[in-house]
């Protein structure tokens, strides 16, 4: 299953009420209730206008050793545009980077997932899975916005929430 769904899910029904995690899935009911489960880790939720010769957001940058918990926890980022002419080569970008290089790059082209470019804001979640990403203890999660053709656009609310992920599920990193 796509990862992202569970993070939309919980866009419109906040509460997870029950779940079970078996080797291979989980299962869970939602509700619309308050969450205690997820966290907001940092935030930016000014409305900042990126300038037409700007190509990047401010990226939001933290320590991983300072929120996972488990190596199967899942961080969902999650970003609203507004004002865009275009939604062409506008992306959300997140990337895990240690010492060692980059460990985990990803890039969310947001004309693959909206279809309305009008005036309205729109809302854009990634979920990252950390059960398939071997991270050190000095990783660091950057995210920001790629406007790649500099046009004028709106940000807000950039931010980014841990949501605890299956414990039992064994990713690439796991031996066996």
Known sequence: MNPNFCSI???????????????????????????????????????????????????????????????NDELVLTVELGNTNSLDDISLVSSVQSENGILHWSEMKLEEYLTDSSRSWQRIIHTIQFSNILFTKDAILKTFVWNKTKGEINVRNLNVKFQEGNKIVYGLRDEF
């Not at 935030?43 to 991983?64: G, Q």
């Open 9 to 71: 899910i919980k866009y419109y029904y906040p509460n997870i009420s029950w779940s079970k995690h078996y080797v291979g899935a989980s299962t869970f009911v939602f509700s619309k209730n308050f969450d205690p489960v997820s966290t907001s880790i940092q935030e930016n939720s000014s409305v900042k206008p990126i300038k037409l010769n700007t190509e990047w957001s401010k990226p939001l940058t933290i320590a991983l050793d300072t929120i996972l918990i488990h190596p």
